[in-house]
């Protein structure tokens, strides 16, 4: 969808999110949501699992309708829980994600909505998003890491043939994570599932499209040094990114 603008705006110097508290993970998301509705933005994407576990329901239910019912969020585990149930045969599902993640119980909770009958195994991954961070996700220490994840989770249960990568920074050690799982088991990205469930979302609502701007405007803001910002995220993207300095 590149027709619209887009304004990224990454909380560095406060995460990662994964280790804090409900109440923590809540205000510091809040207070990013706020700063993107002040720049303009109508429609806000948790593009981080840890803030749609944690803080997104309380966002939509109570927070929005005081403040500022005219704005949406969204978040990134409902669209691969509404689909997992057409991906995995055997019925059993792994989930790799941070602390907070797994212990909101949000993979769980989710899948149980639409497809009663799947099972949910996860695992907590705290070092892989540090390793990310840090530069060190093409290490030999990653590789420790990702087999010990990898070899906890699955034997919870011999026959899970699909794994959730359920943080947005995991897909970087993609190629580290397939070679430690089985060739028989699919990994899921959420990438390209959440575009796709984007792109339904502003179809089934073009009261939400139509505010939406068409300038294929690209912006990034970090609380972090932008410097030290632009040097990962241009891992992420693909090629260089120039943000700029905000302080919340």
């Known amino acids: ?36 509705f002040d720049m303009g933005c109508k429609l806000v994407l948790l593009a981080c699992n840890t803030a749609s576990a944690r803080a997104l329901r309380t966002i939509q239910q109570h927070d929005l309708v005081r403040y500022s019912p005219q704005h949406r969020v969204l978040g990134v585990i409902r669209p691969t829980t509404e689909l997992i149930g057409k991906i995995t ?5 792994g989930v790799f994600a941070t602390s907070g993640t797994v212990n909101s119980g949000s993979y769980t909770l989710e899948i149980k909505k639409f497809f009663p009958d799947i099972r949910v195994f996860q695992e907590a991954c705290p070092m892989w998003v540090p390793l990310i961070e840090n530069n060190e996700f093409d290490g030999p220490g990653a590789d420790y890491f990702v087999q010990k994840n990898v070899d906890t989770l699955l034997r919870q249960s011999g026959n899970i043939d699909t794994i959730i990568l359920g943080c947005t920074h995991y897909p970087i050690m993609w190629d580290k994570i397939r070679k430690a799982v089985p060739a028989n088991i699919q990994l899921l990205s959420q990438g390209d599932i959440v575009a796709d469930s984007l792109a339904d979302y502003l179809k089934r609502h073009p009261e ?39 302080e919340l």
């Open 1 to 36: 969808m590149p027709q619209y603008d887009y304004v990224y705006f990454g909380d560095n110097a406060r995460a990662p999110y994964g280790i804090r508290s409900f109440d923590t993970i809540h205000k510091y998301t809040l207070e990013c949501v706020q700063h993107l």
């Open 89 to 93: 045969q055997t019925r059993q599902v």
């Open 208 to 246: 939400v499209e139509q505010l939406c701007h068409h300038g294929a405007k690209q912006s990034f803001y970090t609380s972090e040094s932008a410097e030290d910002f632009d040097a990962k995220a241009g891992i992420f993207f693909g090629k260089p990114v120039a943000s700029k300095h905000f």
